[in-house]
């Protein structure tokens, strides 16, 4: 059995962990061959590969990134490298030649539509759900999320000595375009006081008379975390935004910080080293029982998998019942 595993979209810290998981059982434990395709789909049409043996998995563990390389190439898609080639029958045809049994494809929501389509073309792919912002359908976590909470909620707990020093608001804004699973977990871990999520619509009111209820009660400052897809007024980034409604809305002093990308760059915390090695290690055992077209995915505690077809296209959204939302709300959190 020779194997082909790539990396697609956006790095994360977890990525290489999963690579290590896959390849040593797959070398170790069944004996098979696997190659590293590089960024992503994009190395499968130029075909740029390397072959992994046990010494080139040594130190992933701990390594942020991908030793892979990625990319956001989509070959269903117009647009980019080698546009007007007809890049899915590309792929097709470079897959026989470098003789792949199977694929891994490491990705999040994007990479899984693509290898929906891959899947239906006939070719054998387990695929692995990768992203900070948890918003995979079909796994109630994905690996590099409790990182980025960790690395989030930190942020939060430093800026709190600031906010309450200066008595100001301080809005923290964290990623997530669609879903606001980084701001839940990290907002009510570091104990914002306002957390903004896209799935939630919100008053700048509510927000303002919040903040003005805690300087009533004795409490002159305030945290303010929000997601980065919240909706604005179009032209501001969501932190600055919010942060110069609030100032015009309470009068208090507000300082805004975008956390970006620190929050996806590097260590893994030891859940997601764990996630990703056990995520690994069961596409491996799913490639040997020769169980294709499906995602791995996380259950409880139980790794299980899904048919590709019913995850592509879908998001996992918060909803008003899950219940860090409704704990947090009867705290007096408030969520717009
Ligand atoms: O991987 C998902 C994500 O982290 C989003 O939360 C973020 O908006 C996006 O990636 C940005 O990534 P890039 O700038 O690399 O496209």
């Not at 008379?209 to 009533?216: D, G, S, T, V």
């Not at 596409?283 to 409880?300: E, T, V």
């Amino acid at each position: 059995m020779r194997i082909g595993i790539l990396t697609s979209g956006g790095d994360c810290p977890g990525i290489n962990a999963t690579i290590r998981g896959v390849c040593k059982k797959a070398i170790l434990h069944y004996g098979m061959e696997v190659i590293g395709i590089h960024s992503g789909f994009q190395g499968l049409m130029t075909k740029e590969t390397e072959p992994f043996t046990i010494t080139s998995l040594s130190g992933l563990l701990t390594q942020g990134g991908t030793i892979l390389g990625t990319s956001r190439e989509k070959p269903f898609k117009r647009g980019g490298l080698m546009e007007g080639v007809d890049k899915p029958a590309l792929i097709m045809k470079n897959i026989k030649e470098l003789g792949l049994d199977c694929l891994v494809c490491i990705g999040g929501n994007g990479t899984q539509k693509t290898t929906a389509r891959f899947v239906e073309m006939g070719v054998n792919i387990v695929a692995i759900p990768k992203t900070i912002d948890n918003d995979i359908w079909g796994t109630d976590f994905s690996f590099g999320f409790d990182t980025a909470v960790s690395i989030a909620t930190d942020a939060i707990d430093r800026l709190h000595f600031t906010a309450s020093s200066h008595k100001r608001v301080m809005v923290i804004e964290v990623m997530g375009h669609n879903a606001g699973w980084i701001a839940l977990y990290a907002g009510m871990a570091g104990g914002g006081d306002v957390i903004l999520i896209p799935e939630i619509p919100y008053s700048i009111h509510n927000v303002g008379e919040l903040i003005l209820n805690r300087l009533k009660q004795g409490k002159p400052y305030s945290i303010v975390v929000v997601a980065e897809g919240i909706p604005t007024d179009g032209r501001k980034r969501a932190g600055e935004y919010i942060a110069q409604e609030i100032e015009y809305e309470t009068g208090i002093e507000t300082r805004e910080t975008v956390l970006g990308y620190i929050q996806r760059g590097g260590s893994p915390t030891p859940f997601d080293r764990n996630l990703a090695t056990r995520m690994g290690g069961h596409a491996a055992d799913l490639i040997a029982s020769g169980q294709f077209g499906r995602m791995i995915a996380l259950r409880g505690n139980e790794i299980s998998s899904i048919p590709l077809a019913e995850v592509a296209g879908k998001l996992k959204l918060v909803t008003e019942d899950n219940d860090l939302v409704v704990q947090g709300r009867q705290m007096g959190v408030c969520f717009g």
